[in-house]
C-alpha cells in the first residue's frame, strides 16, 4: 500500500505524488487521474459509492488509464471542488482534498490529493440527482438494483467509531477442536475488506490458488516457523511445503508444519501455520477476508518467549494485510490499488477438559507465554485469550510493527499490565 493513501495530509509531497504515479497503475475501482475541469466530481461521486479510493487531480493519463506525468491544476481548483461537493451532492458531504503546490512553468499550480474513506461516506452520495458508481476503470450512473442496494445500506456516520474485533481464535474457525491434539496457544492475524459487488458474480479466479501458494513461500512465515521449531526443540526441526488443503471458488485452505518424530505433522513440541482466504455472504453482506493462524505445541512447562508472541503477530499483520489481500482482492474484483484495511490480531489458548469433556480452569495465556516480563499484573483474573483492531491511522508500511506494538499493548493493559513492557 503506497503511503499516499494513508500519510498525514502535512506529509504529503510532490515526491510522494510522483512516486505514486512513476507506479504507473492503471485507473480501476479505487484510482482515478483526471486533469483540471475534467469533471473530477463525477470521479468523487463514484468512487465514494463504491470502494472509495484515490483521486488524482493534475495527472495527464496514456492510452488505457495509466498516468503518464504531473500537468497540475490551477490555483483556485481545490476551492472550486469543494464548493461542487457543497451546493451539489446530496447530502453536502467532502472527503479530504489535499492541495500540493507544482510549480509549472509559471509556477501558478498544484495538484489535488482526494482521499475518500469509505467508512466516513455518507452513502449514497447523490450528484445532481444521479447515483454514480464505480465500474471497473470509468465512473457510470447506477442502474435500478446497485440504486437499491445503495439505499438499503445503512447510512455511515461521518465521525468514525472504535471498531471491535470480530474474529476470536475461540468463536471463529477455531484452531481449538477439543480432540487431545489442540495447539497450546494460538496466534491470529486477520485482515477484511467490504465488497460492494454490483451485478457482479464474485468467485475466485482459476489459478489463484498457485499464485497465494508462491506468495506465501516468499514471505517471512517459513523462516520464522523454522526459527520457531529451532527454539522449541533447541534443534531445527524439517518443515512441509505449503500445503494447499483446500480449494473452491470462494474458499482456499493452507497449510505449512513442522514435522515431529515419525512424519506426524506437527507433534509436540512443534508449530503450525494455517493461511484461510474466503469470500463471505453476498449482496451488500459480501466480504474478503484473510486469516493467517501461528500454533504452538510447547514442550511441557515451557512457556513461549514474549520476544516470539511479539515477533509472530510483526510478522503476521504484513502478510495478510499487505501480501495476500491486495493480491487476492485484485484477481478476484480488479482492485488494484486499496485502502487501508480492517485488521485484527488474536491469540488465546486450549481448554482444559475434565473426564467429563466439560472444560475446567486450569489454561492460561500466562502460563504458556511468559507474559511476566511485561511488568507487574493487577488483580488475579485468568487469562484465556485477546483481541484488537489495529489503527489504520498507523497501517502504513513501513509502521507494522508500530500499528501491532499499540495493539499488543492495548491488549495486555486489558489483561491487567498498567504499564506493559514489551520487548
Known sequence: MHP????????????????????????????????????PIE?????????????????????KGVPSEIVGAPLGEKEKLINQMATRFDPPWTPEVIEVP?????????????????????????????????LDARNAKANRQMMRMLLDEPAVQAEPTPMLARHGLKQYG???????????????????????????????????????????????????????????LERRQALTAWELVQATSRRLLLRMSTIGTGGSTPSRPGAQMVCRVALDGDGLGAGLEVVFDTCVWLPEGVPLGLDYFVQVMYDSVPIVANTILPMVAAATVGIKAMPTPVTEIHTAVREGRDTYGDSVSGSSLDKAVSLGSLGDKTGDGTITQGGEVLLRSLVN???????V????VTMAMDWGFPDPKLP
Open 4 to 39: 499516499l493513501f494513508e500519510a498525514p495530509a502535512t506529509d504529503v509531497t510532490l515526491d510522494m505524488v510522483q512516486d505514486f504515479v512513476n507506479l504507473k497503475i492503471r485507473e480501476g475501482l479505487t484510482v482515478e487521474y483526471k486533469r483540471a475541469g475534467d469533471k
Open 43 to 63: 470521479a468523487v461521486a463514484a468512487l465514494a459509492n463504491t470502494y472509495g479510493g484515490l483521486l488524482l487531480v493534475g495527472v495527464a493519463e496514456e492510452e
Open 102 to 134: 507544482y510549480g509549472g512553468a509559471a509556477g501558478d499550480k498544484v495538484v489535488l490529493v482526494v482521499r475518500i474513506d469509505r467508512a466516513t461516506v455518507p452513502r449514497p452520495v447523490v450528484l445532481d440527482g444521479s447515483i454514480f458508481v464505480r
Open 174 to 232: 477455531s484452531p481449538f477442536r477439543d480432540d487431545g491434539n489442540d495447539p497450546d496457544v494460538a496466534l491470529r492475524a486477520v485482515s477484511t475488506m467490504a465488497l460492494w459487488r454490483g451485478e457482479e458474480r464474485t468467485r475466485f479466479p482459476s489459478g489463484l490458488a498457485g499464485e497465494v501458494v508462491k506468495a506465501l513461500q516468499e514471505t517471512r512465515a517459513q523462516p520464522l516457523l523454522s526459527r520457531l521449531s529451532f527454539d522449541l
Open 397 to 403: 508500511p513501513p509502521r507494522w510493527d508500530e500499528a
Open 405 to 408: 506494538r499499540e495493539a499488543l
